[in-house]
Every structure is written in structure tokens, then in C-alpha cells.
């Protein structure tokens, strides 16, 4: 599985559960522009890597390693954004 997707869907979910209270299928879905389907199975994927819990039909919530995960890609982000305002780019 490449990283870039799973620290992707990480960052979906992180922000759905913040708006939302829990990361529905349909709505990684429609944020990602992918199939549900293929929501489902990543779900179930980083279930087993036990960065999430996921119910079918009641969706997903961060466990505390995908939570420190989203915290730590968060953080990585900002930084990059600091560092390319530095540098003048908007």
C-alpha cells in the first residue's frame, strides 16, 4: 500500500471526524473522487494496522496511532506552508 494514500485517507479522516463526529464511506468517497467501494476496502486495511475503527454503515474513527499520525502530517503540512510563504509563494 503506498504511503501517500494512507497518510491521504488519514487526512480525510481526520478532518470528517472533526467536522462530522465520524468519517462516512460515502463521504471519503466523494472528498477522495473515488468509489466507496474502494473506501470500504482501505478501511478495512488500516483497521488491521489498527489506525482506525470501522463499522460498516456507522463509518470510521481515528484510533490514538492514526490520530497521532493526522497530528503529525498536521504538523509537517504547516511547516511546509511556513516555509513557502517565507519564500513568498501564496
Known amino acids: 500500500m503506498r504511503q501517500e494514500t494512507v497518510e491521504e485517507y488519514i ?3 481526520y478532518a470528517l471526524e ?3 463526529g465520524r468519517a462516512l464511506t460515502g463521504r471519503i468517497a466523494s472528498e477522495m473522487k473515488v468509489k ?13 494496522e489498527e489506525l482506525l475503527d470501522y463499522e460498516t454503515y456507522a463509518g470510521a ?6 490520530r497521532r499520525m ?3 502530517l498536521e504538523r509537517r503540512h504547516g511547516a511546509i506552508a511556513d516555509f513557502l ?6
Open 11 to 13: 487526512e480525510v479522516i
Open 36 to 48: 466507496p467501494s474502494s473506501v470500504t476496502e482501505m478501511l478495512q486495511k488500516l483497521q488491521r
Open 70 to 72: 493526522a497530528l503529525e
Open 18 to 20: 472533526a467536522a462530522e
Open 61 to 66: 474513527t481515528l484510533t490514538p496511532a492514526g
Open 85 to 90: 510563504k517565507i519564500l513568498g509563494v501564496e
